[in-house]
Antibody, heavy 118, light 106 residues
Framework: QVQLQESGPGLVKFSETLSLTCTVS????????WGWIRQPPGKGLEYIGY????????RYNPSLTSRVTISVDTSRNRFSLRLTSATAADTAVYYCARLDKNGYYDYWGQGTLVTVSS | DIQMTQSPPSLSASVGDRVTITCRAS??????LNWYQQKPGKAPKLLIYVTSSLQSGVPSRFSGSGSGTDFTLTISSLQPEDFATYYCQLSYPIHTFGQGTKLEIK
């Protein structure tokens, strides 16, 4: 059974970079796409972006593309999210997930809350 | 950009009821539409993919239909564990989510 676990700081200062890692266990990261989705407190889900295991394909939400980078480390079976110039609007629960080639997310991490403080 | 409009935003129903949630796309998306269930404090769970395919382990009371711009998620007979928030999600080109439908006990 594939399992995903997010890790990283729960508190980020205004204007700094938000960095999270998702470690995949129970299966290989190779051969799949991997994505990040976030959910501000009390609100709906927002797609951030995804990457292919080779790192050759990246697709980002147009509203975030200037600030976001998603990368993959196949040697450690994990992938990462970097979001620069963080603001209070980036405060959210961040989920990592496996993306099927048909565009749906079939395995999810439990989520991690990141708060951007001023 | 393709916009996804989900309705209703909230819904009250009783155990045993048949419930339908609608997702409308601003342009033709063929069948590239997925549905998720989310309970408080938990990650979303995939229910239906590519409009009507039931994810492994999901009860058969859940079904999906539609094509083009209009899609529905139907729960044939509500069970206590089905009270949650439901989201539709576009597969291509951007993985846009609907605003969600909160299903509450009447």
């Amino acid at each position: 059974q594939v399992q995903l676990q997010e890790s990283g700081p729960g508190l980020v200062k205004f204007s700094e970079t938000l960095s999270l890692t998702c470690t995949v266990s129970g299966g290989s990261i190779s051969g799949y796409y991997w994505g990040w989705i976030r959910q501000p407190p009390g609100k709906g889900l927002e797609y951030i972006g995804y990457v292919h295991d080779t790192g050759s394909t990246n697709r980002y939400n147009p509203s975030l593309t200037s600030r976001v980078t998603i990368s993959v480390d196949t040697s450690r079976n994990r992938f990462s999210l970097r979001l620069t110039s963080a603001t209070a609007a980036d405060t959210a629960v961040y989920y990592c997930a496996r993306l099927d080639k048909n565009g749906y997310y079939d395995y999810w991490g439990q989520g991690t809350l990141v708060t951007v403080s001023s | 950009d393709i916009q996804m409009t989900q309705s209703p935003p909230s819904l009250s129903a009783s155990v045993g009821d048949r419930v339908t949630i609608t997702c409308r796309a601003s342009q033709n998306i063929n069948r590239y539409l997925n549905w998720y269930q989310q309970k408080p404090g938990k990650a979303p769970k995939l229910l239906i993919y590519v409009t009507s395919s039931l994810q492994s382990g999901v009860p058969s009371r859940f079904s999906g239909s539609g094509s083009g711009t209009d899609f529905t998620l139907t729960i044939s007979s509500l069970q206590p564990e089905d009270f949650a928030t439901y989201y539709c999600q576009l597969s291509y080109p951007i993985h846009t989510f609907g605003q969600g439908t909160k299903l509450e006990i009447k």
